[in-house]
């Protein structure tokens, strides 16, 4: 059994109970694993959930049954998104606990299907690590936000409108002050080195 978390077209997703958050045993592009190429996943059936309940194309099935396959498949998706250490970046990014996603962990429960969702998404997009950066500035300063602007009965739950327009305004402010430093410490570099080649270039 092969397992590919990915996202679902709404034509394959149509009739599917549960959250529908990949594919078991399609055929995936070969140009799949290359920068910059999301995957083409072609056939298989729908891997979804209801609840903790994990189906493959509405047929429930037992964990057992897919937790090695489902395992490996988090563990690429994971590492392609978050880098080898995916643990620590995935707990803040999910906001769930390090004992949730922790890798013993996983191939005895899995992982809920937001998550699962989220890894397969951001694994397809054409920049799947700084997507995975991303993800952790967002929920980084989501944690800062969500009880001044968080919506709820028992505590902070979703975001509320204003809140998520605050936020973003704050994120595109520190992005483009960041594009603002990494040019001038590129640009300082790039002097530095081409004056230590012609210092070079003269001893010679």
Known sequence: MRIHLAPVPPDRAAGIPGHAVGFVD??????????????????????????????????????????????????????????PEYVGPMALASGLSLRTVAKGRIISHGLPSPLLDMLGRASATEYPRATGYCLQ??????????????????????????????????????LVRAVELVDEMRGAAAAAKARSAARLAGEF
């Open 26 to 83: 399609a055929k995936v592009s070969p140009l799949a694993g290359l920068r910059r190429r999301t995957p083409e996943i072609i056939g298989g059936k729908v891997l979804s959930y209801d609840g903790r309940q994990p189906l493959i194309h509405g047929v429930p099935v037992e964990h057992e049954r897919i937790a090695q396959a489902l395992s490996d498949e988090i563990t690429r998706v994971a590492t392609r998104v978050y880098g």
């Open 137 to 174: 500035a967002v929920a980084y300063m989501w944690e800062e936000h969500i009880e001044e602007y968080g919506m709820g009965d028992d505590g902070p739950g979703p975001m509320s409108t204003t809140g998520k327009q605050v936020l973003t305004g704050r994120l595109e402010g520190i």
